[in-house]
DNA sequence: ATAAGTAGATAGTAATACTATCTACTATCC
DNA sequence: GGATAGTAGATAGTATTACTATCTACTTAT
């Protein structure tokens, strides 16, 4: 297909594609001529990968290079590859790495954070940046003075292991290696979307519960057609 | 307090603060002269949140001042203020909103979004945001083809619920209204921050343990001292 | 042959989040 | 009481990000 058929099934625009291309998230298509250039599903499926970590997963451009990138190096042993996989997904999620090292009070919270999962008897590597970006959110909790959500740190900690072992392996099942590695990139990215939005909606409900509504069948979740009419809190 | 004293304290440069004044993430300190003000410990403590929504939750400016404009509003109802307060959060978090209502495949993702949450019997209003946001991930996972996922809203969901059912009325609890309001928002956002982070350590170690590695006492989660020697990943 | 489409290059733009500087003061220390 | 440092408020400048637009020299379809 050309780059009008790209940009008309992917809902990218021509020169976002380019743009793209450029910057090396979309391998270019095999060349037919000076200017003409022929692009096929995996160049589509790559497009719709970009816009997923993109929109969804709120990556960067530059992060989502990253991400791509790895599922193009070549393969190796599944827990490597994971490994892998993960590492180029967790930097970019971790975010901006910005905490001065050198900040005793936050030196005083990696070793914090560093207690906390040798106490939770997790395999983690001393190197892993959400370890760093542990020690942030535990030092913003202490200076907005909610210890009492580190306190409830091991439910969180349970929480999340629950959700691990249940997407760790339905990943490393995918298939071929590739597919593994895919499948760990959207995984990792769009559970987390997936898992967030979910937990939004669920205080909704559990707040409407604890504030006495029946939690049955309330006044539904349509679209809104037309006129959305107008409930407990108005603001949209 | 003078502007330095702030600055030092917070670790915000006098600049940045100014720039919070002008765009009115900060309220003013009250006038002593034409130019100069005190600011008190109120005004430590909002730049402190400042910090903790921008760096750790992630929040745009822009964002961040909504969430607090929220919280300086009159008080209500504690469901109607968490309700308040969550919509104020919610929207940031939910992000761009950028998704074309009018494309077919999205309001059908959209009417699946709502179909879900009605099978799951939570009591959610039509118009919270967060069901556009559920119906862009719900697209962007059709679309990457990991509809298995999809599949698995339901283990996703309840997990949500028992996050939902831990943190909620741990928020109720936290006293007076301007304290459930200020739980609320923190609990949202840098608890979320708390559960991503948790999840990726969690898949390392899940990762690990299915590897064949023993889950106990490992090398260890020290903060990286000196030389923090090679593992398995390299990568840094 | 003419119109439409294309690759590749380069330049421009809008938004965001600061950062710097300037002026006219005020506080303070010796 | 004068020098020095600090301050409010205003305005302007900057770096980055993620596109978006335009231009040239083609190729392809009608």
Redesign the interface.
């Known amino acids: 297909m050309r780059i009008a058929e790209l940009s008309r099934r992917s ?1 990218t625009s021509i020169p976002t594609i380019k743009y793209y291309l450029r910057e090396g998230l979309l391998p270019p298509g095999t060349s037919t001529g000076r200017n003409q250039a022929e692009y096929d599903e995996r160049h589509l ?1 790559r497009l ?2 970009i ?2 970590l993109r ?2 997963g ?1 990556l960067s451009v530059a992060a989502t290079r990253q991400v791509l990138a790895t599922l193009d190096e070549p393969v190796r ?4 590859l ?3 996989a ?2 180029a997904v ?1 930097r970019p ?4 790495r ?2 001065d090292t050198d ?1 005793p009070a936050w ?1 005083s919270a ?2 914090e ?3 906390w ?2 106490s939770l ?11 760093d ?5 535990l030092l ?2 202490h ?2 003075e ?1 210890t ?2 580190i306190a ?2 091991p ?3 349970a ?12 990943a ?1 099942d995918a298939g071929d290696p590739a597919a593994v590695m895919a ?1 760990v990139v ?3 990215v ?22 006495g ?12 057609a037309g006129d ?1 009419g107008e ?3 108005p ?2």
Chains 1, 2 share one sequence.
């Open positions: 809902g499926g719709r990968l816009r997923a929109e969804v709120g042993s599944t827990h490597e994971m490994g892998h993960h590492q967790i999620l971790t975010g901006s910005s905490s900040d030196r990696r070793q954070a560093g207690r999962i040798t008897g997790w395999r983690v590597h001393p190197d892993n940046p959400a370890l970006r542990l020690a942030d959110v913003a909790l200076r907005v909610r009492d959500l409830g740190l439910q969180y900690a929480t999340a292991l629950t959700l691990a072992e249940q997407e760790v392996p339905t490393r499948a959207t995984g990792t769009l559970g987390e979307a997936l898992l967030t939005t979910l937990r939004l909606l669920a205080h909704e409900h559990v707040s409407a519960t604890l504030a509504y029946t939690p049955a069948q309330g006044p539904g979740c349509e679209p809104p959305p409930g407990t809190p603001r949209r």
